[in-house]
C-alpha cells in the first residue's frame, strides 16, 4: 500500500506561481510512473501531468503545456508540480497519483491509478 500526501496548494492571483510537492511513504517509489490529476467543482478529474520512474519522460494536458513542470527527487520519493502563469481556470484541487506500473500513457486516465493522495486546493483569482 502507497500512501501519498500532497502539499503547497493555496490561494494566488492569476499570473502567480504554486509549487505542489507529493511525499510517498513507500520505501521506493522509482519503479511507478507518478502523476497529476486535478478535479473543479462539477467536473470530472482530469490528467493534468505524469512521470515515468526516470524523470526523463513526462506528458502534459494541453491546457497546462507551457505552464506546468512535473518533476520528481526519486531519493526523497517525492514528486512535484511547478505551476507557473496560473489562471482562474486553473482553479481546483489537485491530487497525487502513483500507478502500479513503470510505464506512463501519453495523458495520465484515472483507472491507471490505484493510490491516491487526498489532494490539495488551488484556487486562483483574477
Known amino acids: 500500500q502507497v500512501q501519498l500526501v500532497e502539499s503547497g496548494g493555496g490561494s494566488v492571483q492569476a499570473g502567480g506561481s504554486l509549487r505542489l510537492s507529493c511525499a510517498a511513504s513507500?520505501?521506493?517509489?522509482?519503479?511507478?510512473?507518478m502523476a497529476w490529476f486535478r478535479q473543479a467543482p462539477g467536473k470530472e478529474r482530469e490528467g493534468v501531468a505524469s512521470?515515468?520512474?526516470?524523470?526523463?519522460?513526462?506528458s502534459y494536458a494541453d491546457s497546462v503545456k507551457g505552464r506546468f513542470t512535473i518533476s520528481r527527487y526519486n531519493a526523497k520519493n517525492t514528486v512535484y508540480l511547478q505551476m507557473d502563469g496560473l489562471k482562474p481556470e486553473d482553479t481546483a484541487m489537485y491530487y497525487c497519483?502513483?500507478?502500479?506500473?513503470?510505464?506512463?500513457?501519453?495523458?495520465?486516465?484515472?483507472?491507471?491509478?490505484?493510490?491516491w493522495g487526498q489532494g490539495t486546493q488551488v484556487t486562483v483569482s483574477s
Open positions: 512521470i515515468f520512474p526516470g524523470g526523463g519522460r513526462t
Open positions: 497519483a502513483a500507478r502500479s506500473y513503470p510505464s506512463c500513457r501519453p495523458l495520465p486516465l484515472v483507472p491507471d491509478f490505484p493510490y
Open positions: 513507500e520505501h521506493d517509489t522509482s519503479s511507478r510512473c
